[in-house]
């Protein structure tokens, strides 16, 4: 189940990916600006951002697994869109689309492999999860390099949307998980403790279990923050590659490529040693993305403000994407940690969007913007600062987690969840089907 979830991830970023390296044809053939074009990439984050919260919420009302098929089907149809398109209007309308596709995808992803393993693997399994981003960028980005000199530009786009619905489809084989009824929710559940319906939380009640951990609030924002540096370095490193190197598409998506591969590797590595520490002290399992972020932000601003092209820049752009990616995982397994099971899709769905209006939707446009004035290579230089901040919200977080974490599990004990395996603590027990 897991496995496929990331392969259906990954097919998602190939597709959202892939356009960067159409970047310079698209800049040929339409005449667009850098900002047009990073609006092409910023535009799903939107959209992810507007429709991730109502559909997460459905999402843990209606089923996972029903969910995630469907979102996969929808982004999928966009990207054969994408490759129909007949000018910008209509190639950034599909876009739009892909986004509202991915937007139920991550939450309800999440939940349902937060409820298949234990609190204390839980960002160990969400990076694994997170790191289809990255895996499936590496390969948008190669694929994308490589295919657009031999078939163009719209066969590039359109290539894995076919992939991406069969995927869909064959996830609905996957069980879902229940959660308990409990007293507030007016469910019955069975003498011996096993629930007889699904709990059905209303809007208000959602709302107030969302926003009472002070830890994911903390959580959104440093996620956001560090997401602007992610998205940007993601969409722009081929093109700089292209400019100031002076490399071919193909070329310049294989060193690209290195960059983000190093992402996907420190998202679990990371991820891992998050839920080691955190296991002999919670706090430290925010201090792993607090530190990392602070290192990438140094890596990259000494990269592009101190350097210029060439081997040892790269060498340091290279170095800073392995810390890059320590918050993708983790951030949402303790936004998890400190929420009430029966809203954990709509929770990570709260950070799908404050982590794509914050910060996936700003990088791309923003650096558009930047580098249209003054430059790309500055506009790179200036980008890592975000995750200085980001660095900051990750180690105030840090200082609540423990609280907020204890709060979770004085619930578990408190004997309004008898059915305990909601909550993902038991090992090797996967959840009750749906009926």
């Given at each position: 189940?897991?496995?496929?979830?990331?392969?259906?991830?990954?097919?998602?970023?190939?597709?959202?990916?892939?356009?960067?390296?159409?970047?310079?044809?698209?800049?040929?053939?339409?005449?667009?600006?850098?900002?047009?074009?990073?609006?092409?990439?910023?535009?799903?984050?939107?959209?992810?951002?507007?429709?991730?919260?109502?559909?997460?919420?459905?999402?843990?009302?209606?089923?996972?697994?029903?969910?995630?098929?469907?979102?996969?089907?929808?982004?999928?149809?966009?990207?054969?869109?994408s490759a129909v398109?007949?000018?910008?209007?209509?190639?950034?309308?599909?876009?739009?689309?892909?986004?509202?596709?991915?937007?139920?995808?991550?939450?309800?992803?999440?939940?349902?492999?937060?409820?298949?393993?234990?609190?204390?693997?839980?960002?160990?399994?969400?990076?694994?999860?997170?790191?289809?981003?990255?895996?499936?960028?590496?390969?948008?980005?190669?694929?994308?390099?490589?295919?657009?000199?031999?078939?163009?530009?719209?066969?590039?786009?359109?290539?894995?949307?076919?992939?991406?619905?069969?995927?869909?489809?064959?996830?609905?084989?996957?069980?879902?998980?229940?959660?308990?009824?409990?007293?507030?929710?007016?469910?019955?559940?069975?003498?011996?403790?096993?629930?007889?319906?699904?709990?059905?939380?209303?809007?208000?009640?959602?709302?107030?279990?969302?926003?009472?951990?002070?830890?994911?609030?903390?959580?959104?924002?440093?996620?956001?923050?560090?997401?602007?540096?992610?998205?940007t370095l993601y969409?722009?490193?081929?093109?700089?590659?292209?400019?100031?190197?002076?490399?071919?598409?193909?070329?310049?998506?294989?060193?690209?490529?290195?960059?983000?591969?190093?992402?996907?590797?420190?998202?679990?590595?990371?991820?891992?040693l998050a839920d080691?520490?955190?296991?002999?002290?919670?706090?430290?399992?925010?201090?792993?993305?607090?530190?990392?972020?602070?290192?990438?932000?140094?890596?990259?601003?000494?990269?592009?403000?101190?350097?210029?092209?060439?081997?040892?820049?790269?060498?340091?752009?290279?170095?800073?994407?392995?810390?890059?990616?320590?918050?993708?995982?983790?951030?949402?397994?303790?936004?998890?940690?400190?929420?009430?099971?029966?809203?954990?899709?709509?929770?990570?769905?709260?950070?799908?969007?404050?982590?794509?209006?914050?910060?996936?939707?700003?990088?791309?446009?923003?650096?558009?913007?930047?580098?249209?004035?003054?430059?790309?290579?500055?506009?790179?230089?200036?980008?890592?600062?975000?995750?200085?901040?980001?660095?900051?919200?990750?180690?105030?977080?840090?200082?609540?987690?423990?609280?907020?974490?204890?709060?979770?599990?004085?619930?578990?004990?408190?004997?309004?969840?008898?059915?305990?395996?909601?909550?993902?603590?038991?090992?090797?027990?996967?959840?009750?089907?749906?009926?």
């Amino acid at each position: 189940m897991a496995m496929m979830a990331v392969a259906l991830g990954a097919t998602d970023y190939i597709d959202r990916q892939i356009i960067v390296s159409t970047f310079p044809y698209l800049k040929k053939e339409w005449g667009l600006s850098d900002t047009a074009l990073g609006a092409l990439v910023s535009t799903v984050s939107i959209t992810m951002a507007v429709c991730a919260l109502p559909i997460a919420w459905l999402a843990d009302r209606w089923g996972r697994v029903r969910s995630i098929a469907a979102m996969g089907g929808v982004w999928s149809l966009a990207t054969l869109w994408s490759a129909v398109s007949g000018n910008y209007a209509q190639l950034f309308a599909a876009r739009s689309l892909l986004g509202v596709g991915e937007a139920g995808y991550g939450p309800a992803g999440a939940a349902l492999l937060s409820a298949y393993f234990p609190q204390r693997l839980r960002a160990t399994v969400l990076s694994v999860f997170q790191a289809a981003a990255p895996l499936g960028s590496v390969l948008g980005v190669v694929l994308g390099g490589v295919m657009i000199g031999r078939f163009g530009w719209r066969v590039t786009l359109g290539a894995f949307g076919a992939p991406g619905l069969l995927l869909a489809v064959l996830f609905l084989k996957v069980r879902d998980y229940r959660v308990p009824a409990t007293p507030d929710t007016g469910a019955g559940a069975s003498a011996g403790g096993s629930p007889t319906a699904e709990a059905r939380p209303t809007l208000g009640t959602t709302l107030r279990e969302l926003y009472q951990a002070r830890t994911a609030m903390w959580c959104y924002l440093g996620g956001a923050l560090n997401l602007v540096v992610l998205s940007t370095l993601y969409t722009w490193l081929p093109t700089y590659l292209n400019r100031a190197y002076g490399l071919s598409s193909a070329a310049s998506g294989a060193k690209a490529a290195l960059v983000i591969l190093a992402g996907a590797v420190g998202a679990v590595a990371l991820g891992h040693l998050a839920d080691r520490l955190g296991g002999t002290s919670p706090r430290r399992k925010l201090v792993v993305p607090a530190v990392m972020a602070a290192a990438t932000w140094i890596l990259l601003t000494a990269a592009f403000g101190a350097l210029r092209p060439g081997s040892a820049q790269f060498a340091l752009v290279v170095a800073a994407g392995f810390p890059l990616a320590a918050a993708l995982g983790t951030a949402p397994a303790v936004v998890v940690d400190v929420v009430h099971p029966r809203v954990r899709a709509t929770a990570v769905g709260m950070v799908v969007v404050v982590q794509n209006l914050l910060g996936l939707a700003v990088g791309p446009v923003l650096t558009g913007l930047i580098s249209d004035a003054f430059g790309l290579r500055t506009a790179l230089a200036v980008m890592p600062l975000f995750c200085a901040i980001a660095a900051v919200a990750f180690w105030r977080g840090a200082r609540t987690y423990a609280n907020d974490l204890a709060a979770v599990r004085r619930w578990q004990r408190s004997g309004n969840a008898p059915h305990q395996r909601a909550l993902g603590i038991p090992d090797g027990q996967p959840p009750q089907a749906d009926a």
